[in-house]
């Protein structure tokens, strides 16, 4: 058994506590020779730069220095930047094809922002590692670094927590047209006396969206590709030889046309009109003749009824005015007659003295006039009343 002497152990302790130093120290040194290789800066722009040119390529200060990627710096805490929104007036709709690679992107920049990261890529799930020592708001895209096909606009921000979330912004280019391709004629059969086209295009980049036909530079009908690989079968055309031209779309609008002389024989003929039939006959027919009359049996008994009510309107109105004559004239002889009745009696009974029996004959009398004159005022009354 070992049996450590106290000078002994106070050696061990030292040694003990020199390489505890010297690995802190290492940690340290390896620190800071990391912080400085994450400060870079960018390459002056040349005279021949526009306002339009913002793509630019990031240099290390240090070129023996790593370049190491913005995400792999700091992942940061959830105060640092969230992903943001790209925006492009000539490429606004992600998922749409473009024939065009020219063009800008602008975003807008928060205000706790200290760098910027910015580069075009082939992956949706790229971190971008081209660093900015300028607070850029735009990114310019040309032929020169955007290609055919689907890339990314990749974007990330730092602030003073540390980079934030990638924005990954899909760019679809195509600005080649279709593959040149033919059109085949299969001939008239007893079956389908018209000819049958098939065609279909190539596009390897965005695919073919769609397909324009045309006859003889006659109305165009556009065909899909689904439909095109069925065939496209030839109807109602006279006997003669037409130029079919076919124009193939992509997705992005590019445009590959082929033509080709299509001769038909279907012995097809539109329907003739009928030489023997005037236009008289094709105007008076059973139907016509019908409706006309129907039409002429309906004015009829329209204008029979407004005639049939003038009519009884103006016997009312000669009615009314008789009515009023006949009422004017009966009361004035009924007041004659009256007046001179009532003169007569007042003579007869002033001038002597009468019996009882002329007594009553003369209150019999009085009765009988007022009664008349009401009876004939009621009956005048009725008649008005109906006539009104």
Request: proline residues 5%; charged residues 20%.
């Amino acid at each position: 058994m070992w049996v450590l002497s106290e000078n002994s152990s106070f050696k061990i302790s030292c040694v003990y506590k020199a390489v505890l130093m010297v690995m802190v120290l290492f940690v340290y040194l390896s620190t800071i020779q990391s912080a400085q290789a994450q400060d870079v800066r960018l390459s002056p722009p040349s005279d021949s730069d526009t306002a339009e040119q913002t793509f630019v390529t990031a240099i290390p200060m240090d070129p023996t220095s790593d370049t190491s990627n913005p995400a792999e710096v700091t992942t940061g805490p959830e105060s640092t930047p969230l992903a943001h929104e790209v925006t492009s007036v000539l490429f606004p709709d992600p998922e749409r094809w473009y024939n065009q690679s020219t063009g800008v992107f602008t975003w807008n920049l928060p205000a706790d922002i200290t760098v910027v990261s910015a580069e075009i890529a082939t992956s949706s799930n790229n971190v971008p590692s081209v660093v900015f020592d300028m607070l850029i708001t735009e990114f310019g895209v040309s032929a020169e670094n955007l290609s055919e096909g689907v890339q990314y606009l990749s974007m990330q921000f730092k602030n003073e927590f540390g980079w934030g979330g990638v924005t990954n912004h899909k760019i679809q280019i195509d600005t080649i047209p279709p593959e040149v391709f033919n059109i085949d004629v299969l001939s008239s059969t007893s079956v389908f006396p018209f000819p049958l086209l098939l065609f279909e295009a190539q596009d390897s980049t965005s695919g073919i969206d769609y397909y324009v036909l045309n006859i003889d530079n006659g109305e165009s009908q556009i065909i899909r590709p689904n439909d095109a690989r069925r065939g496209y079968l030839l109807s109602e055309l006279l006997d003669g030889t037409y130029t079919v031209t076919i124009s193939a779309f992509d997705k992005a609008g590019n445009e590959t046309i082929t033509s080709v002389p299509v001769p038909v024989v279907a012995g097809w003929s539109p329907e003739p009109y009928p030489e023997n039939e005037s236009y008289i006959e094709s105007v008076f027919t059973y139907e016509n003749i019908l409706i006309g009359i129907l039409a002429l049996v309906v004015l009829g008994e329209l204008v029979y009824i407004a005639t049939s009510r003038k009519k009884s309107r103006e016997k009312e109105e000669i009615l009314r005015r008789e009515t009023l004559d006949v009422q004017e004239q009966m009361g004035k002889i009924f007041s004659a007659l009256r007046d001179e009745i009532y003169e007569q009696v007042n003579t007869i009974t002033t001038s002597s003295k009468l019996t009882a029996n002329e007594k009553e004959a003369v209150e019999g009398l009085n009765k009988a006039l007022e009664v008349s004159e009401t009876l004939i005022g009621k009956e005048i009354n009725d008649v008005q009343t109906m006539l009104r």
